[in-house]
């Protein structure tokens, strides 16, 4: 009873190894230096459903386990400077060492422009340089232009309507209302935010 046993569990491994593939290998480049965190995907050839991927370790190594009843599979290699390899294997236990070349990568250019405004919970920090013109010469021929910002004849400034009981400069209320002295005698190229 026990060896009927014993065979039943024997052809039942069996029959699940059967289907079971491994693909191991080493992935260099062009003077046989290992590569090590390049990925490698394996999927049906048919379907490009991934069966499994793994990334190589120091030494380029890779190893894949999948179970698969296709009779051929692909294998994708991806890394940053290596571009894309892709190549259609039988779908069998093998080991298969890969070379790659180097590739450039042309990244898309990109630009980065600053905010006119930002925004800082109950603090709006204007950029001067975005509202700055050849024609202006102080601070406050800047302060006119900014959105929400009134300066009278006499250079009080308003805000929304209300004037303002506070100027400071470099975090700092060093004129104590008399801000004037500050707006009609800054240059604008001294000053990077309002």
Same mark, same amino acid.
């Given at each position: 009873?026990?060896?009927?046993?014993?065979?039943?569990?024997?052809?039942?491994?069996?029959?699940?190894?059967?289907?079971?593939?491994?693909?191991?290998?080493?992935i260099t480049n062009h003077s046989k230096t290992p590569l090590q965190g390049?990925?490698?995907?394996?999927?049906?050839?048919?379907?490009?459903?991934?069966?499994?991927?793994?990334?190589?370790?120091?030494?380029?190594?890779?190893?894949?386990?999948?179970?698969?009843?296709?009779?051929?599979?692909?294998?994708?290699?991806?890394?940053?400077?290596?571009?894309?390899?892709?190549?259609?294997?039988?779908?069998?236990?093998?080991?298969?060492?890969?070379?790659?070349? $180097?590739?450039?990568?042309?990244?898309? @250019?990109?630009?980065?422009? $600053?905010?006119?405004?930002?925004?800082?919970?109950?603090?709006?920090?204007?950029?001067?340089?975005?509202?700055? $013109?050849?024609?202006?010469?102080?601070? @406050?021929?800047?302060?006119?232009?900014?959105?929400?910002?009134?300066?009278? @004849?006499?250079?009080q400034i308003s805000f929304q309507g209300k004037p303002i009981n506070k100027?400071?400069?470099?975090?700092?209320?060093?004129?104590?209302?008399?801000?004037?002295?500050?707006?009609?005698?800054?240059?604008l190229k001294d000053v990077a935010t309002v």
């Open positions: 009873m026990r060896s009927i046993c014993f065979i039943f569990l024997l052809l039942s491994f069996c029959a699940q190894l059967h289907g079971q593939i491994k693909i191991e290998g080493k390049i990925n490698v995907i394996l999927s049906n050839k048919n379907q490009n459903n991934i069966l499994t991927y793994t990334l190589t370790d120091k030494n380029g190594r890779y190893e894949l386990i999948c179970q698969s009843n296709a009779d051929s599979l692909q294998i994708t290699l991806t890394g940053f400077e290596y571009g894309k390899t892709i190549r259609i294997i039988p779908a069998k236990s093998q080991t298969i060492d890969f070379e790659l070349e $180097t590739q450039q990568v042309v990244l898309k @250019e990109v630009s980065v422009a $600053t905010p006119s405004i930002e925004d800082k919970g109950d603090t709006l920090s204007y950029l001067v340089a975005k509202f700055a $013109t050849e024609n202006d010469k102080v601070i @406050e021929d800047v302060l006119k232009k900014l959105p929400g910002i009134e300066v009278s @004849e006499s250079g100027f400071y400069i470099e975090n700092m209320d060093l004129l104590k209302g008399r801000y004037t002295l500050a707006t009609k005698n800054i240059s």
